[in-house]
């Protein structure tokens, strides 16, 4: 059973560019979040979801950010107009239930 | 309030040692509280987590105390490896509530010595 899947592991943006971070779930598991962490700092909720419904938003920036997980296909977490403090590790975590929540691999943005 | 406080920041221990990292919080709905290990460049790694309806559970190498009144909970590593240096995370939740998300602490940059 694979686990939590991140694409790309790596992403460079300029400055005022767009960036498409994806997730795909553990199998079977409909309960999606995404973290951020900072650099030498500890990991903060953005937004939970489930399939086609945003449950939780509370940790997104008001602005230039958004999420969404389908009917088919990962769940994206889209930034417009990046800018350098954008430049952080995105985790990605699914869970089955509301309990135990299993991290992928992140995706480690750069702004240039 | 939200906020879980970790500590320490940093913690070195010899090889067979026992790694002792602490945290806690402020929230008395938080009723999960899971505990990641997570190496440079991967994602955490859930390693153990409890309830608040018990006050301590191991496996392995790995005990989590949890002192309710108190609101503190800690996660004692045994017999500590050159293998178990990494950085580890607490973190609580509220698992009934539409949320569910995790509240990480600041994180301990553990270092086992050879």
């Known amino acids: 059973n694979a686990g939590v899947m991140q694409n790309p592991r790596h992403l460079v943006r300029r400055r005022g560019q767009e960036a498409r971070l994806r997730c795909s779930p553990m199998?079977?598991?409909?309960?999606v979040y995404w973290y951020r962490q900072l650099p030498e700092e500890g990991l903060k909720f953005m937004v939970y979801l489930q399939k086609e419904n945003i449950i939780d938003e509370s940790g997104m920036p008001k602005e230039r950010f958004s999420a969404e997980f389908p009917k088919e296909g990962p769940s994206i977490l889209r930034i417009q107009q990046v800018v350098r403090g954008d430049s952080a590790a995105y985790f990605c975590?699914?869970?089955?239930?509301?309990?135990?929540?299993?991290f992928g691999p992140g995706t480690r943005l750069t702004v240039l | 309030q939200q906020q879980v406080k970790q500590s320490p920041q940093s913690l070195i221990v010899q090889k067979g040692g026992i790694s002792i990292i602490n945290c806690a919080y402020e929230n008395t709905a938080f009723d999960y509280f899971p505990w990641y290990q997570q190496f440079p460049g991967k994602g955490p790694a859930l390693l153990i987590a409890?309830?608040?309806?018990?006050s301590e559970k191991k496996e392995g190498r790995f005990t989590i105390s949890f002192n309710k009144s108190a609101k503190q909970f800690s996660l004692h590593i045994m017999d500590s490896q050159p293998g178990d240096s990494a950085t580890y995370f607490c973190a609580a939740s509220i698992v009934e509530t539409s949320g569910s998300r995790l509240t990480f602490g600041e994180g301990t940059q553990l270092t086992v010595n050879p």
């Open positions: 409890i309830r608040p309806d018990v």
């Open positions: 975590a699914s869970s089955l239930s509301r309990n135990e929540q299993f």
């Open positions: 199998k079977g598991h409909s309960h």
